[in-house]
């Protein structure tokens, strides 16, 4: 059988969550300041809660805010779902 080329769109990937994007100097103190797409940002920023133990103990669908955080987020507590919004508005 002849082998079967794979796109981008086959492996379920969406080119624009792979487009590198620029970081706000808020989240670029968090995930760094190169260029990164949508998907990196997303998962460097739970590496970090992850290493900080900044999920709520009691809830763990919310992300409490440390000092670095506090800069993205704007408030105190987030909960999971808000991220990739609070997210696009650190992402140019």
Do not use: C
């Given at each position: 059988?002849?082998?079967?080329k794979t796109t981008n769109k086959s492996q379920g990937q969406n080119s624009a969550f792979m487009k590198p994007m620029n970081v706000s100097p808020a989240l670029a103190a968090v995930?760094?300041?190169?260029a990164m797409p949508?998907?990196?940002?997303v998962?460097?920023?739970?590496?970090?809660i992850k290493k900080h133990n900044l999920?709520?103990?009691a809830n763990k669908r919310n992300i409490n805010a440390d000092d670095k955080l506090l800069a993205?987020?704007?408030?105190?507590?987030?909960?999971?779902?808000?991220?990739?919004?609070?997210?696009?508005?650190?992402?140019s």
């Open positions: 059988m002849p082998e079967k995930v760094g300041s190169q949508r998907t990196a940002v998962a460097k920023i739970w590496e970090y999920q709520d103990a993205i987020f704007g408030k105190k507590q987030v909960s999971m779902f808000e991220l990739s919004k609070i997210l696009s508005n650190h992402l």
